[in-house]
């Protein structure tokens, strides 16, 4: 049958349920009642949990939807699960241990790795501390995924998983793998409907949030103001509702002595002190550690007198007006769409007040609202990656409990949205522009792939000589042709029809006439069915009209369209240091007398050629970090690398991780409104011809977005397809006249050229040769691709948030810059000495550090940088712009490296002389911005 035929067929028509024997016989039964929701129910089911299946929708249709929303917003404390799944979860270790008694034992374990005396056995020995502790991460995620797929309150496993990212940890700073999972059992979800307040209490005293925003280590005398600015900025108000810097100091002054302690006996205290010690499990309120004195917070006067004043700044916080309104436009966020009405928001925020903070109350109010009944509809919200995973695998195979969660756990790390990895406190974007990227969108074919042509290991169980039970996906079932065919439009379902599979020729153990490659047939509903795509409605569509509506697309998906601009053989590549990079500690003020006195742990002395630790002389004023010896320092001889000092966001002073990257990537002005679908380096694509951009990201960046279709790649996972050149073509071919069809289009080409270019390295490797690892690995890639194939690049890098133990000339810092510098010399190899002539790379940060030392050893949030920019052809071995010498009275608000050199303004420039933009081109990228001339290039 063709697709024009089978679109024909497809048309509003309902296949008899006679017509399944043939398909429950292979499949298995379903209930007849199963598949008989209307299209709002179905919506809503899909909506408000994990994803429909054909379970879900049956017990929803034989209780109402009334009763059903019912049982969803307010469960029982203790919901039953599945045997088989409880089972799973009995048998982890740790599962029902206290936290302090978790810490213990590990403390233990490391104490003893720590104290054996021959090397190679010490090592062995810390490789099982650390492999036990992953263990235990690991663990955190299956209970997590395994609840998901099968509790049955799964508007309280959504909430959970909500919950969790808004209050984001990361497993991997500190001992947080050993904590994830009492945290997320009995900090979040047992408060993920209840009151926000109580849910905030839980996340403050937990040892996880403690140890990962640094509020363990703060204390009277050694401020550390981490857990306090985010507490604000993300977790209650919101970055601008009106708190200052001076509410951040008095916050943190308010949590000092909130901590950690797993030592059975008490501290040792003052008698008069010790009738305030509390301690409640690991959670500790050591008296000796609080400042005492007064502090306003928010215009309140909140008097020194304990723990108390903790729970007096929440109770500000949770009433202030602007937390339920962050709050209520996060949710919405969640469930409505990107950009939630505000009608819909204030109505949610009203409720939050007026209920005290009651969550369920605010979901009530946000389902009952016609403006979430509006979004109810084919096409109006595209999943996440782990909305997407999940409801996958619970269309695909129902309450058929899986027997492993790794490969789940695997897919959302490809898909960068990995369980407790996000490194920094915001938590994963909501928002459908960060997951639909032509990379992201090829990962999730792949996947489908997996889900679709059997098991994929997921009924393999995790222990030694475990036998894989193979389950077929439940797809094509009552559910689906009784209620989720209606959703398709003409293109996907002309193509399901085109490629249903013959029983019979699965029997033989081939695909049937006209399908996908065996198996993927399956894979395809899951592919269209799990994308909620915008797509245009109207009459069926036939397959030449496909492929030409494909071929039309494709020269949308470079930059948007043509220019008649200055054509370009040069290449750009920009390194975002995500987390503010402690610049003052990477070029040294060595000339400065106020530098070391700032930091009499951190800073780096002054060059001395017999002492390796000492800082590299650059000029008679500014030195390079030693970490930087062998990779960096050897350019700046060669006149190929270039500092600007006091860089930055002259206009963004939030000095807020999140709100400054936003302000950098846009390259708009941070006051007024901002369009956050327009990032510049998609306005300086535009402006181009014969430019290729790609961004080597796992989501596509904020800077890329615009009106082209920007590839992304994450190019540390690229690996050989499983989806072939026909498959692709067939799913090209379904997307064709959707929102998505050239996102699609383009990822599919871009996973090829990368391919391609890989796969040499990968026989490089077979034949013996030794790979680079981490970035380094990256940067040699990306070397490759932009000496081949792309000439204007975008990577990030995380991990430069040092506010505790930061290091000097070794550790923490030291080694990341080392990495950063190999990687970057690995870069300048890869793309060879002619296109490295042709190159220019800028790296740059969302802002500096503070320039004293905190009472941690380590450093603040701050606001001037340095940039560097490097390059075969740049005017290099020297610090460039405006620069003030180094003092106390030099500092910007008295801590801080001020800005007087404009990001936006260094880089106008550096476009004028790259590529010779003229002054319109260059206000199309930089609104109302002089391009400033400090003769890089």
């Known amino acids: 049958m063709s697709i024009k035929a089978a679109s024909k067929a497809c048309r509003g028509q309902r296949r008899r349920w006679t017509s399944l024997a043939g398909i429950v016989s292979v499949f298995g039964t379903v209930p007849a009642n199963a598949g008989g929701l209307n299209a709002h129910d179905l919506a809503l089911l899909d909506r408000l949990t994990w994803g429909v299946n054909v379970s879900s929708a049956a017990h929803l249709q034989a209780i109402g939807t009334e009763r059903w929303l019912q049982e969803q917003l307010h469960p029982t404390a203790n919901v039953a699960l599945p045997a088989a799944v409880k089972a799973q979860i009995e048998a982890m270790p740790d599962v029902h241990k206290f936290p302090f008694d978790v810490m213990v034992a590990f403390d233990q374990q490391a104490k003893s790795a720590n104290q054996v005396i021959d090397p190679d056995q010490k090592k062995a020995a810390q490789q099982v501390f650390q492999q036990a502790m992953s263990d235990r991460a690991k663990q955190a995620a299956a209970r997590t995924i395994l609840r998901a797929l099968y509790a049955p309150d799964q508007l309280r496993e959504r909430m959970t998983w909500f919950w969790v990212n808004h209050f984001n940890v990361h497993q991997y700073k500190g001992n947080i793998r050993i904590l994830v999972g009492d945290y997320v059992d009995n900090a979040i979800r047992p408060h993920a409907l209840g009151r926000f307040r109580d849910l905030l209490s839980a996340t403050l005293r937990h040892p996880a949030m403690l140890r990962y925003l640094d509020n363990a280590d703060n204390a009277v005398g050694h401020l550390n103001e981490n857990y306090a600015r985010e507490i604000m900025e993300l977790h209650t108000m919101g970055v601008g509702s009106g708190y200052t810097q001076a509410d951040v100091e008095a916050l943190a002054r308010i949590l000092t002595g909130v901590g950690i302690d797993a030592k059975p006996e008490d501290p040792k205290l003052k008698l008069e002190l010790q009738s305030q010690l509390v301690r409640e499990g690991a959670f500790e309120f050591n008296p000796a550690r609080h400042d005492y004195g007064d502090k306003t917070l928010l215009g309140h006067l909140i008097k020194g007198r304990g723990l108390a004043e903790v729970d007096e700044a929440l109770n500000i916080l949770v009433h202030h007006p602007a937390t339920a309104v962050h709050l209520s436009r996060q949710i919405a966020t969640y469930f409505v769409s990107d950009n939630p009405p505000d009608s819909l928001v204030q109505k949610m925020a009203q409720a939050f007040r007026t209920s005290d903070g009651d969550i369920a109350a605010v979901l009530a109010t946000m389902v009952e609202a016609p403006e979430f009944a509006a979004s109810l509809k084919p096409g109006a919200r595209l999943k996440d990656p782990i909305h997407y995973v999940l409801s996958a695998v619970r269309l695909a195979y129902d309450d058929k409990v899986i027997l492993n969660t790794s490969p789940i756990q695997g897919w959302l790390n490809r898909m960068g949205e990995g369980l407790f990895n996000h490194e920094t406190p915001d938590g994963y974007a909501m928002t459908s522009a960060s997951w639909n990227g032509p990379g992201q969108m090829m990962v999730r074919f792949e996947i489908a792939r997996q889900i679709g042509s059997g098991s994929a290991g997921l009924f393999k169980a995790e222990v030694p000589n475990a036998i894989d039970q193979p389950a077929f996906p439940l797809i ?462």
């Open 476 to 937: 094509q079932n009552a559910l689906y042709f009784n209620g989720l065919r209606q959703t398709l439009g003409p293109a996907e379902c002309a193509l399901l029809q085109w490629t249903a599979p013959d029983p019979g020729a699965r029997d033989a153990g081939r695909a049937g006439q006209g399908s996908l490659a065996a198996g993927l047939e399956y894979a395809v509903f899951v592919i269209t069915g799990i994308h909620a795509v915008s797509r245009g409605e109207g009459r069926p569509v036939d397959r030449r009209e496909l492929i030409k509506a494909f071929t039309a697309l494709v020269p949308l998906t470079v930059a948007g369209r043509v220019w008649a601009a200055p054509a370009t053989n040069a290449r750009l590549l920009v390194v975002f240091l995500r987390g503010a990079y402690d610049a003052a500690n990477v070029v040294i003020p060595v000339s400065s007398e106020f530098y070391h006195a700032s930091r009499p742990t951190l800073g780096i002395a002054r060059p001395d050629v017999g002492n390796p630790n000492s800082a590299l002389s650059l000029t008679a004023d500014w030195g390079l970090h030693p970490a930087l010896r062998e990779s960096i320092f050897p350019l700046w001889g060669k006149r190929e690398i270039a500092f600007v000092p006091f860089a930055g966001t002259s206009d963004d002073l939030t000095r807020s991780h999140f709100e400054t990257q936003d302000t950098i990537e846009l390259g708009q002005s941070a006051q007024g409104t901002r369009d956050y679908r327009s990032g510049f380096m998609s306005r300086l694509a535009a402006e181009l011809t014969r430019v290729r951009p790609i961004s080597f990201t796992e989501q596509l960046p904020l800077i890329f977005r615009g009106k082209g279709q920007i590839p992304n790649s994450a190019i540390a996972y690229v690996g050989k397809p499983s989806v072939d050149d026909r498959q692709a073509e067939l799913i090209k071919e379904m997307y064709a006249q959707s929102s998505l069809g050239a996102s699609v289009s383009e990822g599919f080409r871009v996973r090829d050229d990368v391919y391609r270019s890989i796969s040499q390295e990968m026989n490089a490797a077979n034949r013996g040769a030794v790979s680079p690892r981490g970035f380094e690995l990256s940067a040699r890639r990306i070397g490759r691709l932009m000496r081949e194939q792309f000439n204007l690049g975008f990577v990030d890098v995380g991990g430069w948030d040092t506010h505790v133990n930061q290091g000097a000339a070794n550790g923490y810092l030291a080694d990341r810059l080392s990495e950063l510098g190999r990687a970057l010399a690995g870069f300048s190899e890869e793309i060879g000495p002619e296109a490295w002539r042709d190159t220019v790379v800028v790296v740059i940060s969302e802002f500096g550090r503070t320039f004293r030392e905190n009472g941690d050893h380590g450093t603040d949030h701050g606001h001037g940088s340095v940039y560097w920019v490097m390059g075969g052809g740049i005017n290099g071995g020297r610090i460039h712009g405006e620069q003030v010498r180094v003092e106390q009275g030099t500092l910007f608000q008295n801590r801080d490296y001020p800005v007087l050199t404009d990001y936006r303004a260094m880089f106008a420039g550096l476009f004028q002389r790259m590529y010779g933009l003229d002054t319109t081109s260059l206000q199309r990228v930089f609104a109302g911005v002089k391009p400033a001339e400090l003769g890089l290039v």
